[in-house]
């Protein structure tokens, strides 16, 4: 059974950081593309960052220099470390394995808070 689990979310006042976690199990961690993606209220899913297998990280133009991904292979965990939070960057942040070739998965999310 695959499941992708986020942790680390919670509420943080502007300028703060944070780091989000996802701990992956049922799949072949080290093959998979790993991303984040963030859902704010009323809009659709967007894309934040991904590192695919053997390394080389994507950001979406809204994050870059302020988030940064990471994984450990070793732990089947991937993150995304967050700094300078913004208003806007308030959202379900969720978390998406996909291996090449194979169906994808998403995590159940982790809701980010981020206050004046």
């Known amino acids: 059974q695959v499941q992708l689990r986020e942790s680390g979310g919670g509420l943080v006042q502007a300028g703060g950081s944070l780091r989000l976690s996802c701990t992956t199990s049922?799949?072949?961690?080290?093959?998979?593309?790993m991303g984040w993606y963030r859902q704010a209220p009323g809009e659709d899913r967007e894309f934040l960052a991904s590192?695919?297998?053997?390394?080389?990280?994507v950001y979406a133009e809204s994050v870059l220099g302020r988030f940064t991904i990471s994984r450990d292979d070793a732990k089947n965990t991937v993150y995304l470390h967050m700094n300078d939070l913004k208003l806007e960057d308030t959202g379900v942040y969720y978390c998406?394995?996909?291996?090449?070739?194979?169906?994808?998965?998403w995590g159940q999310g982790t809701q980010v808070t981020v206050s004046s």
């Open positions: 590192e695919p297998a053997g390394g080389g990280t």
């Open positions: 998406h394995a996909q291996h090449p070739g194979r169906r994808d998965y």
């Open positions: 049922g799949i072949i961690f080290a093959m998979n593309t």
